[in-house]
């Protein structure tokens, strides 16, 4: 199989990240079919795609962007599906084998997945030849995604996905040995666990974390904000798909942390996190001269 520019793919799962995918599928010109069990979630997503373009391009990219009311609607005709579901094995699971059996042998199926091994998804569909997992970060704001192949993933498999992300103007960074979390994505695990540790403990406020990030390396956020940017229930799961995988008390993930996501308070999504929006703390004047006690 070959990546082919003229062939629709299809991104299953259109919440925070699918969206941010499917964006970047259209705006690089690409027919782009979507689904999400949610009506709300796919008209949403259509909406910050437009949002998010140029506005010389919001037409193209409103005729390239189509969502579907079924999956079988969305996945005909695809050469790819790319799932963007939660970080759930279970619902990985059914939705990978949904997928798996509506498609020709012959199509790809990538998971946006973040800690699990692509063999443990390929259990659940019966060509584990055409999978590969790909974690993206933000396609709106990084070239990085991190690719990688489980034990039976084929070479053909691999290179059809550097292609497409080459396609959307993606740098693939390719892990070749399997290994949960990929690599990059580890050692931003390592920064959040740690993060997550001071802040659980009390040693150490998010807004001041943040603010020794952004004066020590010069960005516009630290590891709170990005955390409230890629949804602190996403962040949740994958914490505790570590904690599975390890039994070890220090992948634990921590109480606060589950007890911001039951109260609503994901991130950017729902307006409250860390820090709250659409105005952060982090991003107001001063933030970064202020001084004395944090609030």
């Known amino acids: 199989m070959q990546f082919d520019a003229t062939r629709p793919i299809c991104i299953v799962g259109l919440g925070v990240m699918g969206a941010r995918v499917a964006w970047a599928c259209a705006n690089a010109g690409l027919v782009t079919h979507g689904y999400d069990l949610s009506r709300d979630n796919a008209a949403k997503a259509v909406d910050s795609a437009i949002e998010w373009s140029a506005e010389s391009t919001r037409e193209r990219i409103a005729s390239l962007l189509k969502v579907h009311d079924t999956l079988e609607e969305a996945v005909a005709g695809c050469q790819l599906v790319f799932e963007n579901v939660p970080e759930v094995l279970e619902v990985k699971n059914t939705v990978l084998r949904q997928i798996d059996a509506l498609l020709p042998p012959n199509a790809c199926i990538g998971s946006n997945t973040s800690s699990f091994l692509c063999s443990t998804l390929a259990n659940a569909i019966r060509h584990p030849q055409r999978l590969f997992a790909m974690n993206f970060t933000d396609p709106r704001k990084m070239r990085l995604v991190e690719l990688m192949g489980g034990a039976l993933t084929s070479a053909?498999?691999?290179?059809?996905?550097?292609?497409?992300?080459?396609?959307?103007?993606?740098?693939?960074?390719?892990?070749?040995?399997?290994?949960?979390?990929?690599?990059?994505?580890?050692?931003w695990r390592e920064i959040k666990k740690e993060v997550l540790r001071q802040i659980a403990n009390g040693y150490c406020t998010a807004e001041d974390i943040d603010r020794a990030w952004m004066l020590a390396w010069g960005t516009r956020y630290g590891p709170?904000?990005?955390?409230?940017?890629?949804?602190?229930?996403?962040?949740?799961?994958?914490?505790?798909?570590?904690?599975?995988?390890?039994?070890?008390?220090?992948?634990?993930p921590p109480k606060f942390l589950e007890d911001m996501v039951a109260a609503n308070k994901k991130g950017v999504s729902t307006g409250q996190g860390f820090f709250t929006y659409p105005d952060p703390v982090f991003l107001q004047p001063g933030f970064l001269e202020k001084d004395g006690e944090s609030s």
């Open 224 to 252: 709170c904000g990005l955390m409230d940017e890629t949804g602190l229930d996403s962040i949740l799961n994958v914490e505790k798909s570590y904690f599975a995988a390890t039994g070890g008390e220090s992948d634990r």
């Open 156 to 187: 053909e498999t691999l290179q059809f996905a550097r292609a497409w992300a080459h396609a959307i103007g993606m740098l693939p960074a390719q892990v070749r040995r399997e290994q949960m979390g990929y690599c990059f994505n580890r050692l």
